[in-house]
């Protein structure tokens, strides 16, 4: 059984949106705080975005500060990235995963791994 189910990934043109959701199985979001990663081919993985487990703080990386917001949705126990505007350097396979304190980059605390959902942004 998979510990996260994501999905909305996809290929769209310069300028498109998407909307990434992500579904854990046998635990609840509110005691995480979640994070949103993602990884282009050859390069590492970098963070993109969190939100806090505390008052639902949010974080973004600069690069897509006013084109992505996350969100958290207790009721259905699922968060989303709803990305517009995308650009060819948002394009990379997107994982959501958890950390069980703060909001934070570091990657090596973050556990519960999706199963990774592709974005395309092509010209």
């Known amino acids: 059984q998979l510990e996260f189910v994501e999905s909305g990934g996809g290929s769209v043109q310069p300028g498109g949106s998407l909307r990434l959701s992500c579904s854990p199985n046998g635990f609840h979001l509110g005691a995480y705080s979640m994070g949103w990663w993602r990884q282009a081919p050859g390069k590492e993985v970098e963070g993109v975005s969190c939100i806090n487990n505390i008052n639902d703080g949010t974080y973004y990386r600069n690069s897509v500060k006013g084109r992505f917001t996350i969100s958290k949705d207790s009721q259905k126990n699922t968060e989303y990235l709803q990305m517009d505007s995308l650009k060819t350097e948002d394009s990379g396979i997107y994982y959501c995963?958890?950390?069980?304190?703060?909001?934070?980059?570091?990657?090596?605390?973050?556990?519960?791994w999706g199963q990774g959902t592709q974005v395309t942004d092509y010209e």
């Open positions: 995963a958890v950390v069980d304190r703060g909001c934070n980059e570091r990657m090596e605390e973050y556990g519960c």
